[in-house]
């Protein structure tokens, strides 16, 4: 499985955009890149998924690098809510499972 | 919609028993994992279930099995615990197998997880 390169943490401040970033040097022209996150005492949580273009949803946007080897997930505006661990994961088109690494914790201070 | 629903949310065993964690995997969905979460880290596969068979499994040992029910909920069992067992386990349901084919498809539905303590 093509590994992930994450920060172990980030701060920031509510109301502020948050850009989260992610290396993965190795990706295959197969890969997708998924986001992933984990509140408190709960389960992880799909938040968005690209191949090649930039994609943007109500949670978030993905911002994918031109030879794909970063991308960066962009929350817009920060809420208190947001606190919690960020994984970026690729996952080969088909593939029928997660390898998380230790993602990102996000701190976001009011 | 319930999403996925795991029972029981928290369970204390003792080492050598065994345990059974249960699984409803959200409304639409017919493929089932399990992940375990030891503290601090990120979860780890364990194996998924599809058409009720064993279709990719981690690295785990023999001690850890599974079951899918024709309803498509699922079970997991754990023997000869050991204090290293102590974890969250984790559900997540996702579309049916072929759908995983269709660009971006493959994503994850989690519960909220089983907290074991083996003491």
């Known amino acids: 499985d093509a590994k992930t390169t994450q920060p172990n943490s980030m701060e920031s401040n509510e109301e502020e955009p948050v850009h989260l970033p992610c290396n993965h040097s190795t990706i295959s022209g197969t890969d997708y890149i998924h986001w992933y996150r984990q509140l408190p005492s709960q389960g992880p949580e799909y938040v968005i998924h690209?191949?090649?273009s930039n994609v943007n949803n109500r949670m978030a946007s993905l911002a994918i690098a031109e030879d794909r080897k970063s991308s960066t997930l962009i929350l817009h505006r920060a809420t208190l809510r947001d606190a919690a661990v960020y994984y970026c994961?690729?996952?080969?088109?088909?593939?029928?499972?997660?390898?998380f690494g230790q993602g990102t914790r996000l701190t976001i201070n009011p | 919609d319930a999403g996925v629903t795991q029972s029981p949310t928290h369970l204390i065993k003792t080492r050598g028993q065994q345990v059974t964690l249960r699984c409803s995997p959200k409304?639409?969905?017919?493929?089932v994992s399990w992940y375990q979460q030891a503290l601090g880290q990120g979860p780890q596969f364990i194996f998924q279930?599809?058409?009720?068979?064993?279709?990719q499994r981690g690295n785990f040992p023999d001690r850890f099995s599974g079951h899918q029910f024709p309803n498509y909920s699922s079970e997991l069992n754990v023997n000869a615990l050991l204090l290293g067992d102590s974890a969250l386990y984790l559900c997540a349901s996702s579309a049916q197998y072929g759908e995983w084919l269709r660009p971006g498809a493959n994503v994850l539905t989690f519960g909220a997880g089983s907290r074991l303590t083996v003491l």
């Open positions: 690209g191949l090649t």
């Open positions: 279930y599809y058409e009720e068979e064993e279709r």
């Open positions: 994961i690729l996952i080969i088109q088909g593939a029928q499972k997660l390898v």
């Open positions: 409304s639409g969905h017919d493929t």
